[in-house]
């Protein structure tokens, strides 16, 4: 049997970011350090830090501090996440490479991740976008295929804060599966309202992040989130899990032909710094199953 896949995909791992914020906090220099062996294993965009208030997430203090002492890769992109206009100030003059900045397409979503309703969070694009300079800035949409609050989100509703944050300034758009709701089904729904030219953020709550990840193949999109180790799930939505675990993406695609520029052994090997770094087994399968 054969689908209409890529032949590549382009893999950005958010586990220095996304996937370590809800653990207890992590030294700097063994964020670097994970960072560095991301890049080794081939990786080129990673999320590196986020530029929030250390009161509020403490896991990500120090944000300046990584990113000066980066070894950069010239092959390499490094990006943070920033809230607001401050956020994106402190994260240009520490030398960030592009910005990722979440809006929701849940309301109450909104409220407990930045306190902000969805409109006034798209009102924000513009000046970060401002800010960023010539810099890319990719606006992350969460719930993008569904909310954890029970509110009806349709496809339509999706695409119209696709188009607000497109005029506002935003160079990419990420639509994320926050709760880890989506369904194949849910993602052509989406996407058919949207366009293919969008990342998707997938996780795995429901243990479906990579029987997803291939629907959205099969429908041309080549452009993926994902977390060493499977890592992450968002403090600010219960029962969240974490990520699609980068190197499960990896062994998919190696057993398909799609070009990653990853090397899958490298990866399994970073995954298990990262269960020593958290003091726990990493969720993903096939570290689990091929981890050494």
């Avoid at 896949?5 to 958010?14: E, G, K, M, T, Y």
């Avoid at 804060?161 to 300034?169: E, M, T, Y």
């Avoid at 709760?179 to 194949?184: H, L």
């Avoid at 058919?192 to 709550?205: E, F, K, P, Q, S």
């Amino acid at each position: 049997m054969s689908w209409d896949l890529p032949d590549a995909i382009s893999i950005r791992d958010v586990g220095p970011r996304d996937g370590l914020q809800p653990e207890q906090p992590v030294r700097v220099a063994d964020r670097v350090a994970l960072i560095t062996a991301l890049v080794d294993a081939g990786v080129d965009d990673i999320e590196a830090a986020a530029f929030v208030s250390p009161r509020a997430v403490p896991a990500m203090a120090g944000a300046a501090d990584l990113f000066r002492a980066l070894e950069r890769d010239e092959h390499a992109r490094y990006w943070a996440l920033v809230p607001n206009v401050k956020g994106a100030e402190l994260a240009v003059e520490a030398g960030v490479d592009g910005l990722t900045v979440t809006v929701s397409a849940s309301e109450a979503y909104s409220q407990r991740n930045v306190k902000m309703s969805v409109e006034e969070s798209v009102a924000q694009i513009g000046p970060i976008a401002e800010t960023a300079g010539s810099r890319p800035v990719d606006v992350v949409i969460s719930c993008a295929f569904g909310s954890p609050y029970d509110e009806d989100i349709g496809a339509f509703d999706v695409a119209a804060i696709v188009d607000s944050a497109q005029d506002a300034g935003a160079t990419a758009i990420t639509l994320a599966d926050t709760t880890g709701v989506a369904t194949p089904d849910r993602i052509a729904d989406v996407v058919a309202t949207t366009g293919i030219d969008v990342r998707l953020h997938l996780h795995d709550t429901r243990g479906t992040a990579l029987v997803n990840a291939f629907a959205a193949m099969t429908l041309g999109i080549a452009a993926f989130d994902t977390a060493v180790g499977g890592l992450g799930g968002s403090p600010f939505a219960e029962g969240a899990g974490g990520n699609l675990a980068t190197e499960d993406l990896v062994h998919l695609c190696d057993g398909l032909g799609i070009d990653t520029g990853i090397d899958l052994d490298r990866m399994i090997r970073t995954a298990g710094t990262v269960s020593a770094l958290i003091g726990r087994p990493v969720p993903s399968r096939i570290t689990a199953t091929l981890g050494r």
